[in-house]
Every structure is written in C-alpha cells, then in structure tokens.
C-alpha cells in the first residue's frame, strides 16, 4: 500500500504512526480503546470522503469514521485500518431569517452552540461541547433542551451523505426515506458531510445544577422523578448518582428553563427537597448551560449499558440506590434523562427512534483509570443493567451510548422489529457491502 497515493489525491492531510500528529488524532474519548489504523484521511470535503472510501476499497482496508471521536465504544478507530476523520470539517453556516443551519460533518456542539447564540439562536444538542453534531443526531440526541424542542434529531431536517460507492446523496424533502433514516438510525447509510437544522430563538436560561446528599437523598430523588413527570415544555432536566470520596451517594439535578415564571413551581420543589447541600441553579447563558458536564478528552476507561424505562417507581429508586452502593468507588454512577415534553408531541412516524414514548433513558455509566479495574467496572455496569431489566421500555439501549459488545438483537429493540427491517433495506441500498459497521451496526437485508 502506498499512502502517497493518498496523499496526492486528497486535498486534506493523510496520516500515518510516521506523523507527530498521529497519536493524538487515533485517541477515542474512551481511553480503553487504543486502537492503532495504518492511515487517518483527514478529509476536507465530500470529494475527499469518496477518494477516501476508494483508497479503503483498493486496499481492502477497514473504514472507520470519526466526527467528534466521543462514541463510547470507541468506533472512531479501527486497528489496521483508514479512518475517515472529520475533524476538518467543522464550518456551521447560520441563516438567522429562515432559522436554519448547516453544521459540517466534524462540527462539535461548541461550534453549533456558538454560531447559532450568536443569533439568539438554538437547537436541542448535546450537554458536553466536544461532542459531535452528526454523531450525536443521527443516534438521536438527548440534551438540556429535550423538553423544549424535542431530541436533536427531530430538528434535522435534510443533509449531505457520501454513500461507500463514492456517490453523493441528499436527505431532504427530496428524500424522506433517508432522512428518517438518519432520525435515530446513525452512521450507517454514509459519511455525512453536512447536516441542515431547524433553529429556535433562545435567549437566556435557568439552569445549572442542584446537589444532594445524607440520609433523604432517596426522597431527593422522588422529588425529581415527580418535577419531571410533571413538568412542561419550558423544563428539561436530567439527574445522576455518584459516590463522593467517602463513598456517600450524592445526586445531582441540572434543570435547564426556558419558561418566562422569574420563579417556577418546579424549581421552587426542585430547591425545598430534603438533603440540598449546594444550589448552583441561577440565570444564565445557554453557552453556560452548555459548559456544565464539560469534561477532559481520553483520559478515562469507560463502558457504558442502560435501558429507557417507563416509570421511575419507588422499587427502581430504590435499586438505583442500591446498585449505587454497589460500584463502591468514585467515580462513575447513575445517569437519569427525562424525555418528557416535546419527544412526547412529535410524530414518531417522522425519525426512526424507537425510545421517545419512554419516560427515562437510565444510563449506567462505570468509569474508571487504574487498568486493573476493567473487569470489575465492566461487571458493576453489565449487573446494574440487567437489573434494570424488569423495568425496561422496549429492551433496546440508547444506541448513542451502546459499547461495542452489543448483541444485534439489542440494536433492533431500540428500534423495534418493522423500522429495524426498514433500515435494513436503506442499508442495503446505500452501503449493502456494509462497510460501515463501525457503529451501533443495521445488518444489510
Ligand atoms: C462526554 C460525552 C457526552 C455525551 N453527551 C451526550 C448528550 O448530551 N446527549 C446524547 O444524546 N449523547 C451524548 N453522548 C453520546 C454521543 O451522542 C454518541 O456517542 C455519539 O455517537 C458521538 O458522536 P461523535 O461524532 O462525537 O463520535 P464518533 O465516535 O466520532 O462517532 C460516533 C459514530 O457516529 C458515526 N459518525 C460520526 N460522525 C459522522 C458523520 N459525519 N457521518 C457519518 N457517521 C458519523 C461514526 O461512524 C461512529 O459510528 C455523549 C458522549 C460522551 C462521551
């Protein structure tokens, strides 16, 4: 194989384990997988991506893609392989009279976030400003404003795909079936060199977080459960559950209000629940809203495994204590997402996501650095997930934070068994060698 080849015909750098830049653009946010691809195309365009696919099909290599390089199960990087790498591409054009824009296909939600703020402008994203636009919406999209507009990709509304054969196609009102396609259904049908959003005005926000601790963390918790099942459009909230360093559990709650009350019901039963021990809940920008969960790239090991579920009961706060309890060091947890509101109004029929009628997506989340630790971690995190299990919406996990070890079958719950066979025949349309399987994989028909 001769990678000049490659970089003669890609206008973007090609590189190689020769380059200094190398073993920085190989990292994945999940410092367990450390995975070593024989050339990383950095690619500038959607005639880059196709000369890339050509060069992966003449050399019979793997193809891995990455956008934001945060997909827990690392599929940003393949060993041996050539990684389509975004990272170039991450121009977000804002057009402030018809409220849309188009996002790159390596764009992060920082890069969103600040072209469109700096119109008063918004779309639901992702809470952690590294994280990939594309990635993120075409697995869904789960954020501080669920409530208020829906998941992310209910607000996409057409884009730009390289197919591996090298043909360019558009999703869009010209192609409805791809679009829904892309509504949930991930990286499978090509790499997206550019999506297009629908934008929504925002100004400011109450957000931040709430921190509770000691003996009432259990009643701190109900009192979440109900604000949220209560709540409207003009809240989203999300919660965890982690161990502090004298192994006492600690929950978090971070709403995030759009509404226009200076002093809402539910944040008022938000700040009187028993155990507060820090309220850090106060007006103010949406970048900041944005920067709470902000967190340093590849420096921790990670697997992740959860359910959506149709009811926070009592019986499952109280095993989420448990199972709390049972990690038995920080850090690592529990996380809670709401998916009251807007997920509930739009038309399923219009995205492929199969979770949106759920009330929580439970996440497991173990974390840890010390390598010694992989088999337990991994372990905390499989046995709290199968306790979720009598608890679970449909059996299918978020695929946006699915590990590399989930069988199909869990795939095709998430989606349930008529969209899965749909995408199944998308796939075959658009990738029917499926070259692209690194990622929550929709098997050809
Ligand atoms: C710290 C952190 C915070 C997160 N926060 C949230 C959150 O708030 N809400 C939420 O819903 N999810 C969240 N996630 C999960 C995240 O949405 C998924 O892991 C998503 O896949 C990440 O996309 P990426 O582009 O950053 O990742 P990558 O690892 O680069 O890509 C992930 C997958 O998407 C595909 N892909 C990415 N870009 C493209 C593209 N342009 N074209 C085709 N395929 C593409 C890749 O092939 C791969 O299969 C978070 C993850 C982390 C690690």
Same mark, same amino acid.
């Given at each position: 194989m001769n990678v000049d080849e490659l970089r003669w015909s890609l206008a973007g750098p090609v590189l190689t384990s020769a380059d200094a830049e190398y073993d920085g653009a190989r990292r994945s946010y999940n410092a367990l997988v450390d995975r070593k691809p024989a050339v990383i195309a950095r690619c500038l365009d959607a005639g880059d991506v196709a000369t890339a696919f050509d060069f992966a099909r003449t050399h019979e290599l793997e193809v891995a893609v990455r956008g934001g390089g945060h997909n827990p199960a690392g599929h940003c990087v393949c060993d041996g392989g050539l990684v389509i790498d975004l990272?170039?591409?991450r121009a977000v054009e804002v057009d402030a009279e018809a409220r849309t824009a188009r996002a790159g296909g390596g764009s992060t939600w920082l890069d969103f976030d600040t072209a469109t703020q700096a119109f008063g402008l918004v779309t639901p994203g992702g #809470? #952690? !400003?590294?994280? +990939?636009v594309c990635g993120l919406t075409m697995g869904g999209g789960i954020g501080h404003l669920t409530a208020q507009h829906g998941l992310s990709c209910d607000n996409l509304i057409g884009g730009e795909l390289v197919a591996p054969d090298g043909s360019v196609v558009q999703a869009g009102p010209e192609n409805q079936e791809l679009l829904w396609a892309l509504r949930g259904g991930g990286g499978n049908f090509g790499v997206a060199t550019r999506l297009d959003f629908r934008l929504h005005p925002l100004d400011g926000v109450v957000g931040g977080m709430f921190t509770y601790g000691g003996n009432d963390i259990r009643e701190a918790f109900r009192r979440f459960r109900d604000v949220a099942a209560g709540a409207g459009g003009d809240l989203s909230c999300q919660a965890g559950l982690s161990l502090d360093e004298s192994l006492a559990p600690v929950l978090w709650v971070a709403p995030c209000y759009t509404g226009s009350n200076g002093d809402p019901e539910a944040l008022r039963a938000l700040r009187s629940a028993p155990g507060l021990v820090e309220d850090a809940v106060r007006e103010h920008t949406f970048a900041d809203q944005q920067r709470l969960f902000d967190s340093p790239y590849g420096e921790s090991r990670h697997y992740w495994k959860g359910h959506f579920v149709r009811e926070l009961s009592d019986e499952l706060v109280d095993e989420l204590l448990q199972r709390l309890q049972a990690l038995g060091r920080p850090p690592g947890g529990l996380l809670i997402e709401s998916l009251h509101g807007a997920p509930k109004d739009?038309? !399923?029929?219009? +995205? #492929? #996501? !199969?979770?949106?009628? %759920?009330a929580f997506n439970v996440s497991v989340m173990a974390q840890w650095q010390d390598p010694a630790h992989d088999e337990e971690s991994i372990a905390w995190a499989r046995e709290t997930a199968a306790a979720l299990e009598p608890w679970?919406?449909? !059996?299918? +996990?978020?695929v946006n934070y699915m590990? %590399?070890?989930?069988?199909v079958e869990r795939v095709r719950a998430a989606f349930g068994d008529e969209a899965f066979e749909r995408l199944r025949a998308l796939k075959r349309k658009y990738d029917p060698d499926n070259v692209l399987h690194r990622n929550q994989n929709i098997p050809p028909l």
């Open positions: 990272s170039q591409m #809470v #952690v !400003g590294s994280t +990939g739009t038309d !399923g029929s219009s +995205g #492929v #996501v !199969g979770f949106r009628q %759920a679970s919406f449909s !059996g299918g +996990g978020y590990q %590399a070890d989930e069988p």
